[in-house]
């Protein structure tokens, strides 16, 4: 069973800080790598994705991804109470049909 | 942009009523996606489709039905409604890809607000 694992929080952090999320998955012919972002209540919305090794950098977002040690994550930068949400890691499904295997989510609270 | 619109934003059932839910996209996505979300549980597959009249099954099918007879539309049926299937029911499409490695956004899957289905 492919796997997608994160911890499912809620992470705490104070308004202006530095928010890191982590995921973890199983499936080594993964290439594709995906953060959604889902407030309480909506449907998840893409912020970013990366397909290469590194560090990819999008406003205050920044995605980092290590295929050697199959981790993923997400660094969010000058944390605002409206960043307050569940962060959903996703990783293409390499059985193919541009299946995503998706983690269950970080929850992310920013208090002022 | 895309827009995943799906036909309710709740809904309320009884115990053996035969669910209709409806997902339509308009950026003419060869693939789509229905997904069930539970607390705890993340977001699960039920089926996807590939194709118009194409469909294979998810990671938790059972008690689950699905019909694709236009690009646009993809709904799930629910044959005999459940109390274990209130659940929110998520809809998604993206491009087709050419299966691994596709390059970018075809992998990414664009979600409709979503129906929360509450069977009694």
């Known amino acids: 069973q492919k796997e997608v694992e994160q911890n499912s929080g809620p992470l705490s952090v104070p308004e202006g800080a530095i928010a890191s999320l982590n995921c973890t998955y199983s499936?080594?012919?993964?290439?594709?790598f995906f953060w959604y972002r889902q407030y309480s209540g909506k449907s998840p919305e893409l912020i970013m994705f990366i397909y290469s090794n590194g560090d990819k950098e999008d406003g205050r977002f920044t995605a980092q991804l290590n295929k050697a040690s199959q981790y993923v994550s997400l660094l969010i930068r000058d944390s605002q109470p409206s960043d307050s949400a569940t962060y959903l890691c996703?990783?293409?499904?390499?059985?193919?049909?541009?299946?995503?295997?998706f983690g269950a989510g970080t929850r992310l609270a920013v208090h002022p | 942009d895309v827009k995943v619109t799906q036909s309710s934003r709740y809904l309320v059932k009884r115990t053996g009523e035969k669910v209709f839910l409806e997902c339509v996209q308009d950026m003419d996505h060869e693939n789509m996606f229905w997904y069930r979300q539970d607390p705890g549980l993340g977001l699960r597959l039920i089926y996807f489709?590939?194709?118009?009249?194409?469909?294979e099954k998810g990671d938790i099918p059972e008690g689950y039905s699905v019909s694709r007879e236009k690009k646009e539309r993809f709904s799930l049926i629910l044959e005999s409604a459940s109390t274990n299937q209130t659940s929110m029911y998520l809809c998604?499409?993206?491009?087709?890809?050419?299966?691994?490695?596709?390059?970018?956004?075809?992998?990414?899957?664009?979600f409709g607000p979503g129906t929360r289905l509450l069977v009694l």
């Open positions: 996703a990783v293409n499904d390499s059985g193919g049909y541009n299946k995503l295997i």
């Open positions: 499936d080594r012919g993964s290439q594709s």
């Open positions: 489709s590939y194709d118009v009249k194409m469909k």
């Open positions: 998604a499409s993206s491009y087709p890809g050419q299966g691994g490695f596709s390059g970018k956004y075809q992998e990414t899957q664009y």
